[in-house]
């Protein structure tokens, strides 16, 4: 069974940092690009960032570039999400996702496995 389990959630003033962690029960981990998404109270799960399935490439959403990076560490089956001059408009459940091939993708469709989510929150 596969299991995805994120960590690190909480609450932080504005222009702090945060750095999420997931770990994952997934024999290809080292295969699959890793995707990390969040959702808002009343919006739909957006896509943050991801990483393909070596660490050679990444991508961000316009609104976390330059203030957040991903990581991988295929050895631990581990992906990690580094938060940094954290706003308010970042306050959302923050997904962990595997992804179906390689490559990395922006869209939720290209990922097969999810976390439970962890909460994110930054006050003003």
Excluded: H
């Amino acid at each position: 069974q596969v299991q995805l389990v994120e960590s690190g959630g909480g609450l932080v003033q504005a222009g702090g940092s945060l750095r999420l962690s997931c770990a994952a029960s997934l024999r290809t981990f080292s295969n699959v690009a890793m995707g990390w998404f969040r959702q808002a109270p009343g919006k739909e799960r957006e896509f943050v960032a991801a990483i393909n399935w070596n660490g050679g490439d990444t991508i961000y959403a316009d609104s976390v570039k330059g203030r957040f990076a991903i990581s991988r560490d295929n050895a631990k089956n581990t992906v990690s999400l580094q938060m940094n001059s954290l706003k308010p408009e970042d306050t959302a459940v923050y997904y962990c996702a595997a992804g179906r091939g390689y490559r990395i993708s922006t869209f939720v469709e290209r990922y097969d496995y999810w976390g439970q989510g962890t909460q994110v929150t930054v006050s003003s």
